[in-house]
């Protein structure tokens, strides 16, 4: 009795597992914002999931910048928490535990909560079925030299980080310090990786509006966990870093 109970047990945990893993992947992607309340959402709304962390950034059409945030996520049932690493509009939510119940039906994300009294319901549809080798979220690691080496890398534990989260198509980058709850900027748009050349377009710069609509080319290198890339930045100079991935 105890070994089919033991074994009854076992199958009950693998289960819950692969149903959350299931969910997780079904979050994985790009996702746009299309409705608040019942009103069409006009400005772009665009929220990136991998497996264990996400980000969004709102702007308008012609790219200025208005919102955004992110962090880690944990998805149970038909719940999931997210613990924000930064917020550009209310620093006060960073490192809180915040609860949403979610839906998903065939390529549309309901997301709603109770705010302050008010009811809160968002609709997402997903834009990005896509997949790359550089799906899923990146920290920064290091700035490499000429001769190819990386210098000392920050670390996880570090609260001053540059996070990178990708879809198949989209991208998006934020820099902030979790511990002091300072937001430094955050910039997004779409991507392409083709053979060892990694090209992203800028759609939204929260630092400088001008650069929205530039394409920015590097040289792209995956050594296990590790991206390599190297080129020229917004500003023109050069750059050259590693970015390790998250898990």
Known sequence: MGK???LFISGLVILILSILDVVA????????????????FTDECIRIYSETYFMFATHKTDGAFVNAGGGTYNANGKEFTEVLDFSYSDSAQVRKHLTYSFS???GELTISAKEGGNKLKETWKKVDDGSTALNGAWRFGARVNDEGEAGKRRGADSPRQTMKILSGNYFQWAAFNSETKQFSGTGGGTYKLQDNQYTETIRFFSRDNSRVGASLTFECKLDGTDWYHKGKGSTGNPVSEVWEKVR
Do not use: C, M, T
């Open 104 to 106: 998903l039906n065939d």
């Open 4 to 6: 089919v109970f033991r």
């Open 25 to 40: 992947q079904n979050l994985s992607g790009a996702w746009k914002l299309v409705n608040v309340n019942g009103k069409p």
